[in-house]
């Protein structure tokens, strides 16, 4: 074998190569997108309904703090100042 036929031989395998994986990589994203069309015909997600508002609290001043909350932020505050003594 000379030369030339060494190089028309790489040429043709390194085609063969290219093009197999071509063809192969649309394939995948042939059957991909089939695959999520169907999925979604047949399994569609369903629509998320908004919940509604709750009622909020009218809010006060930005320093205001029920006594219930207050309490339990002080009892949280001793409770972790005693467990690091």
Do not use: C, W
Not at 3 to 27: K, P
Not at 47 to 71: C, L
């Amino acid at each position: 074998m000379n030369s030339s036929d060494l190089m028309e031989e790489g040429v043709e395998l390194m085609l063969l190569g290219m093009g197999s994986v071509f063809i192969f990589l649309i394939l995948l994203v042939v059957l991909t997108t089939l695959m999520s069309k169907v999925i979604g015909r047949y399994f569609p997600e369903p629509i998320a309904v908004p919940a509604g508002k709750a009622a909020a609290k009218p809010k006060g001043k930005a320093g205001d703090v029920d006594e219930q909350t207050i309490a339990i932020i002080s009892a949280a505050i001793r409770q972790h100042r005693a467990r690091r003594s």
